[in-house]
């Protein structure tokens, strides 16, 4: 018997699962028409940051980091509803766990902040690759701890059970075809580089292509997904300001963040023509830089000078790397900006130096792909004269323009994803993309399961919509594979795992999540089931 109506043969489906006890949301699952399907080579995980787990801080002989350093410095004290900071003596005392307080001392309304244990992940490597392979992941994106492997910062001496320790994560993990994405640097550079002054030296492109090196040598037979430097837009803020790792002054925002702009991009492009002559031919890997993205929507539809500020802020936060990588430059936005407040300020210091014929060889196309990381999306205007002389850093000035976040919006986020991907298309020449950081933060002792599952259908969606169109995505890894320290926000303010930790066991043991269940079928069927 031929049904020729799709609505009949629905209704029968209905009475004969009925019948067998089996829901109409399971029927729907198999319903292909609703069903969005992944490519079979599509990467499907997700990400952590050394620092941000591993804890170990001073264990094996790892040296310290440019965060130990800075949160060993600086008292952190995270209360709600924002960060404090206050400067005392260089002395390690009891609180230096990285861990709420309030087992200690119920009545203390804060907690002490630092990465000395994070989520123990360097002595639990075995159940954090169990939980990844019951997770149902093909992929996993994580940073090898430079001060770990190379403690005085090249490879004159090599940390050997910090590279047995990465070693031991990339073969379990290969073992069960999880792919590594590896990020060479995120963030954690060791502190004895710093007192050369760390990315803002130029010295730290023959360093860091040290450290390359070693990475290739070592592990390059076994990875084939590489990431020198993790949103180097972070990393040069850093230079200008004082609430972020290495805090060298406010003094210097709008100059020393312009010099590690410079050279992050130098060092990356090193690291990229090194790979390229030496280990290319033997390991065929690809090699890319990691960005930061939000996408920005201008404050009235309807004004012109708004809908600039979108063009402006993407040259400002995302076209000063990518512009050199394509052809050399910088944004020409950008440098008018600068020139417009060295005039206001009766700035003579050149505070943006751009680069030379032969360095620009270099960059040029240094990259295989493009893996970036997206979370939200911001409102944008211009600034009026008065507030753009009232503006005390430099750097805010030579943007122009006034954010304000649009996070809450959560369509505009979906909208704002594509927005990224075609700027990506069109600026880059559609080059091939991987999303390696995506997601939105929980908040403690409150199940927004059902937020966290919106989020993540409606960036998958957008993601299918960009591979129907003939953009070429390689994958897709979502932050965070585990609740984990969120800098100085510290651990429990932003909870963006698939499994919790409970930071104040000294075991930190892992739980599932409610969500765990909806990830672990996209990440198993290849599929993104209907509501």
Same mark, same amino acid.
């Given at each position: 018997m031929i049904y020729k109506s799709n609505k009949l043969l629905h209704v029968l489906i209905l009475i004969w699962t009925h019948i067998l006890n089996v829901s109409e949301s399971t029927v729907s699952f198999y319903n292909h028409k609703n069903v969005i399907q992944f490519p079979k080579d599509f990467k499907l995980g997700c990400g952590s940051g050394a620092y941000q787990i591993e804890g170990a801080w001073n264990?094996?002989?790892?040296?310290?980091s440019i965060w130990d350093h800075y949160f060993h410095t600086e008292k952190i004290l995270v209360h709600n509803p924002e960060v404090i900071h206050s400067t005392f003596k260089k002395k390690h005392t009891s609180f230096h766990r990285g861990t709420d307080i309030h087992d200690e001392d119920p009545t203390r309304s804060f907690s002490y902040v630092n990465g000395d244990v994070a989520c123990d992940s360097y002595n639990k490597l075995d159940?954090?690759?169990?939980?990844?392979?019951?997770?149902?992941?093909?992929?996993?994106? *994580?940073?090898?701890?430079?001060?770990?492997?190379?403690?005085?910062?090249?490879?004159?001496?090599?940390?050997?059970?910090?590279?047995?320790?990465y070693k031991s994560l990339i073969?379990?993990?290969?073992?069960?075809?999880?792919?590594?994405?590896?990020?060479?640097?995120?963030?954690?550079?060791?502190?004895?580089?710093?007192?050369?002054?760390?990315?803002?030296?130029?010295?730290?492109? #023959?360093? *860091?292509?040290?450290?390359?090196?070693?990475?290739?040598?070592?592990? #390059?037979?076994?990875?084939?997904?590489?990431?020198?430097?993790?949103?180097?837009?972070?990393?040069?803020?850093?230079?200008?300001?004082?609430t972020f790792a290495p805090n060298i002054g406010e003094v210097f925002n709008g100059i020393a963040d312009y010099m590690a702009i410079r050279n992050a991009l130098l060092s990356h492009a090193a690291a990229y023509k090194l790979y390229k002559k030496k280990y290319f031919a033997e390991q065929q890997g690809e090699i890319s830089l990691c960005f930061?993205?939000?996408?920005?929507?201008?404050?009235?539809?309807?004004s012109a000078e708004d809908k600039e500020c979108v063009s402006k802020v993407f040259d400002f936060s995302l076209g000063v790397f990518t512009q050199?990588?394509?052809?050399?430059?910088?944004p020409q936005s950008l440098l008018d900006q600068v020139a417009r407040t060295d005039k206001h300020e009766n700035i003579s210091l050149k505070r943006i130096v751009e680069f030379t014929e032969s360095e620009k060889q270099d960059l040029i196309r240094s990259y295989d792909f493009i893996a970036f990381n997206y979370y939200n999306s911001n409102k944008v205007r211009p600034m009026t004269e008065a507030e753009f002389k009232a503006e005390k850093y430099l750097l805010n000035k030579d943007l122009g323009v006034k954010l304000s976040s649009n996070a809450d919006n959560m369509d505009d986020t979906f909208k704002g994803f594509t927005q990224v991907v075609e700027w990506f298309v069109k600026n880059l020449d559609n080059p091939k993309l991987f999303v390696t950081e995506n997601g939105i933060y929980e908040k403690p002792n409150v199940d927004e399961s059902e937020k966290k599952i919106k989020?993540?259908?409606?960036?998958?969606?957008?993601?299918?919509?960009?591979?129907?169109? #003939?953009?070429?995505?390689?994958?897709?890894?979502?932050?965070?594979?585990?609740?984990?320290?969120?800098?100085?926000?510290?651990?429990?303010?932003?909870?963006?795992?698939?499994?919790?930790?409970?930071?104040?066991?000294?075991?930190?043991?892992?739980?599932?999540?409610p969500s765990f269940e909806f990830f672990r079928k996209v990440f198993t069927t290849r599929t993104l089931p209907p509501v």
């Open positions: 264990q094996d002989n790892k040296s310290r159940v954090d690759v169990n939980n990844l392979i019951e997770l149902g992941v093909n992929t996993y994106r *994580f940073s090898i701890s430079w001060p770990r492997v190379l403690p005085n910062g090249d490879d004159r001496f090599v940390n050997e059970p910090g590279v047995n320790y073969q379990k993990l290969l073992n069960k075809n999880i792919t590594p994405v590896v990020i060479m640097y995120h963030w954690d550079l060791p502190n004895i580089l710093q007192n050369l002054g760390g990315w803002s030296n130029p010295n730290i492109v #023959g360093y *860091f292509e040290n450290y390359a090196n070693f990475l290739f040598k070592t592990f #390059g037979s076994q990875v084939k997904l590489w990431i020198t430097i993790n949103e180097p837009r972070f990393v040069a803020i850093a230079y200008g300001t004082e930061d993205t939000a996408a920005y929507f201008p404050v009235n539809p309807d050199p990588l394509k052809n050399g430059t910088f989020y993540h259908r409606g960036i998958l969606t957008e993601i299918h919509k960009a591979l129907n169109k #003939g953009v070429v995505i390689k994958g897709y890894c979502v932050w965070s594979f585990m609740d984990s320290l969120e800098w100085t926000s510290g651990y429990f303010k932003k909870l963006f795992g698939i499994y919790s930790v409970d930071f104040n066991d000294p075991e930190r043991p892992r739980t599932k999540k």
